[in-house]
């Protein structure tokens, strides 16, 4: 039978609760005093500390709560101190927070507590879904004590493997089943079978042969056990090798994978957003102008736009940005006018709608070779010993 669902509402506070409250924080532990202190990045750290760990299955994050501190101790307890704007806005806002994280929403179970009390708070249960988990500003980090820090690359290579060998073990088990139930169906026919050889033809045979075969086992059992014996070394070496390999690859999979993801491409495109923005605000916000505040609605529409999970158009995006402030660095004094910011921007919409690649230029070689053939073949800074570079480029 399937467990029966567990409360999430009591009218005091439940044993849980109570547990919680009088072993303090920890990183397994955080309470936060009101919900407006809760943020994806804690959210998405507090999951990815259980995903580090293979025997932790749950962190539990309790909001109006405070933390009060032992004198005589110096231990810090929980104390409930209420929601101030109610449960159900907590409420909300932890559920909308936790659908922020990537790269898909984190498991949240909240709990209310102490409902029929002056001091209400909730008590929220975080699980990893596919860790490692990340925040709206694209950071992987994980808990230490009562304090974050980025995950290690040997955590991120160990949370990689553990995410990846469930997705083969649930990949696989519907297969496991099929073999089984194939193999209980043949089962009866090849034990026929085999009663049926060896009746007729097995044992007359050993019957007439019985001296010769045992001479023939000795030596094929010998010749099988040193080839088994050399088979097994080879086996442990190449399963040496492999493991190094794989392992090799994964630390690559690591260390490229926050460039070349879907989710950190699109965190890519914001930074660059940013830096767009705060360049053009630099170059126009002395201008009072009409046609300045029309353009700065222009550029707010343009950098406002969702920001979609594809990596191709992301690319593209970026290297527009890119291109559009280099550009801005080689304008006198390294700033744009408002005809140059205003050029750039219906060209940012043209590229974005009709994404090309700028054709490349294609000098009159023929021209250069009629003019001074020795010249243009000797020299590498002609035109036609540069195109030359290019092209192997």
């Known amino acids: 039978m399937p467990p029966e669902p567990k ?35 804690l959210l998405a750290a507090l999951a990815n500390w259980v995903a580090v760990d ?50 898909v929403p984190i498991d949240v179970f909240i709990v209310e507590e102490n409902v ?3 001091v209400p708070f909730v008590r929220v249960e975080i699980r990893p879904t596919m860790p490692p988990h990340f925040d709206d500003e694209g950071r992987r980090q994980t808990r230490q004590g009562r304090s974050t ?74 010749a099988s056990a040193a080839y088994s014996a050399e088979a097994s070394a080879s086996n442990a070496e190449f399963a040496v090798g492999n493991v190094e390999r794989v392992v090799g690859a994964l630390r690559e999979v690591v260390d490229e994978i926050q460039d070349e993801s879907s989710e950190m491409l699109a965190y890519r495109v914001a930074q660059e957003r940013r830096k767009v923005w705060w360049n053009f605000t630099a170059d126009t916000w002395s201008q009072t102008s009409t046609r300045a505040d029309r353009l700065e609605k222009q550029m707010r529409k343009l950098l406002d736009r969702p920001i979609l999970i594809d990596a191709a158009r992301n690319s593209w995006e970026i290297r527009i940005w890119r291109d559009l402030l280099e550009d801005r660095m080689q304008q006198r004094h390294e700033r744009g006018t408002q005809a140059w ?17 700028t054709a ?31 092209i192997r480029e």
């Open 116 to 118: 029929a009390g002056n």
């Open 360 to 390: 490349p230029e294609l000098p009159d070689l023929r021209a250069a070779l009629k003019t001074d053939f020795d010249y243009e073949l000797d020299d590498p800074q002609s035109v036609t010993r540069r195109f030359k570079a290019l």
């Open 341 to 357: 910011w205003s050029a750039h921007i219906q060209e940012v919409i043209e590229h974005t709608t009709n994404p090309t690649y």
């Open 149 to 222: 820090r980025a995950l290690t690359d040997e955590e991120l290579l160990h949370v990689y493997l553990n995410r990846e060998a469930g997705s083969f073990a649930a990949r696989f088990r519907q297969t496991t089943e099929d073999l089984r139930s194939a193999v209980g169906v043949i089962g009866g026919q090849v034990e026929d079978i085999a009663t049926a050889i060896e009746a007729t033809i097995a044992l007359p045979i050993r019957q007439l042969t019985s001296t010769a075969q045992e001479t023939a086992d000795a030596a094929e059992a010998a």
């Open 54 to 103: 293979s025997e932790r299955e749950v962190a539990h994050l309790l909001v109006g709560v405070d933390e009060v501190e032992d004198s005589a101790t110096g231990l810090v307890r929980g104390e409930p101190f209420g929601l101030p704007k109610g449960l159900d806005k907590a409420v909300s806002r932890i559920q909308d927070l936790a659908s922020k994280s990537r790269p």
């Open 7 to 41: 409360p999430s509402r009591y009218q005091d506070i439940s044993a849980d609760a109570q547990q919680v409250l009088t072993l303090g924080e920890s990183g397994r532990y955080e309470f936060k005093r009101d919900a407006e202190a809760v943020t994806v990045k």
